[in-house]
């Protein structure tokens, strides 16, 4: 049941964020107005017109960059790579038709560079699998990833710092069923290690053990009745998860889990969600089960940064003693398109904040003592997209847990630097 805490607490930590990112202010509204301008005062310039898609789509207002092109094409329908920026923008809204005859025309013109045909080509491979009802992507991740832990003076445990390797793989398959409300079935999956620190209990020292973190799921995505055919939608899915973080301490389920999504305007998506996880299988734990809820939203400002806020909490069970432990956290977080260096890099940033509580069993006492805890964090996410299918990622978290027994407090840093890979 510890490790249900701990998951937690984990969880809250990697949210979080390391500031109020002032440059989202002042370098993404300059680099979408710049390019706007520059695209108004050229019209006929394909590389102004290029950037301001690149930044249009990067900022989340592809409703601006489809009619901009649009317009442009009218004048210069031969026009090769604006073609092929055209086909990319329909794909990406699911105009998949659309994106297949931008593709098909601008390979004909001829006037594309080798890694252009290259591209319009492996975009036209994705495009007919869409159209097929099927698409798919892989995302694998490698990097470094550091932990620092300072626990409270006279405590039981002395402060660390480790480093280590980290790795995740994770995807998806869809398959459209093929019914006007766009349902879907969607298997995915995903699995993460590293080295981390991990004490069962808050009166023996912890040591570094492998973390695996994995999960895989099948999911209905179902559009609901409503007026808009996207703007409310039901996810049910049947999944299995672990955390394991030695042979003696494993947290091992398999559950069911529901969740609306509601748009009420193109910038607004609500979201709320229920499950139950069966956590027999596991190991070193105490809960049997577990109940958990989930609800938030999100709101697009202009120029593609977001505001978002969420509240999870679970409640864990244990044959013939109930109700065992509670956990909740609530999270707010604010990002978005920060940067563009046209041909570098596109850099995207979150920040978040998260606090919670948590009231579960210590395992060095046994079932009947509960120890509770409060926790708080902060956390910087930064992804730096080099192309459409690589990136490079930096993530600061900072969190702080304050037990009911004080020599128990600690406070932890980490750090992740990572390169990922998509394949699609």
Known sequence: MHSSFSMILGFAAA????????????????????????????????RALAQFVTVAV?????????????????????????????????????????????????????????????????LLTRIERAL????????????????????????????????????RAEGFVRWDLGTPSADALVLSGSLAATERFFTEDLSVPGAEETFINGNTAVTLDKGLPNSGIDSLRLLLSVFAATDRFDSDVHETGVGLSGRFLVRPTVETTLFAGAGYVDLSGSKGIFADSRAFYEAGGSYRLRNGQALGMRLVGSTDFASGAGD??????GEI??????MEIPDLFVWSHQVAASAGHSDTPDLSFGIGANIESDFWG?????????????????????????????????NSFELLVSYTLTLN
Request: negative net charge.
């Open 132 to 167: 097929r009802g099927v698409t798919w992507e892989i995302a694998l991740t490698g990097g470094m990833f550091s932990e620092s832990t300072d626990f409270e003076p006279d405590g039981a445990e002395d402060d660390r710092t480790l480093v280590s390797p980290y790795g």
């Open 378 to 410: 902060i956390a910087s996410e930064s992804d730096f997209q080099l192309t459409e299918s690589q990136k490079v990622s930096v993530d600061l978290a900072y969190s702080e847990t304050d037990f009911e027994i004080a020599s128990g407090d600690r």
């Open 324 to 329: 065992i432990g509670r956990s909740y956290m």
């Open 58 to 122: 990067n900022a989340g207002q592809y409703d601006q960059a489809i009619s901009s092109i649009e317009q442009y094409l009218i004048k210069y329908p031969r026009d090769a790579r604006a073609r092929l920026a055209a086909s990319r923008l329909y794909y990406h809204v699911g105009s998949y038709e659309l994106a297949r005859r931008q593709a098909q025309y601008g390979l004909e013109v001829g006037d594309l560079s080798a890694d252009e045909q290259q591209e319009a080509v492996r």
């Open 15 to 46: 949210l979080l964020c390391t500031g109020i990112l002032p440059a989202g202010a002042q370098g993404l509204y300059p680099a979408y107005d710049d390019a706007f301008s520059a695209r108004i005062a050229n019209p006929t310039d394909n």
């Open 333 to 338: 977080r604010y990002g978005g398109v920060v």
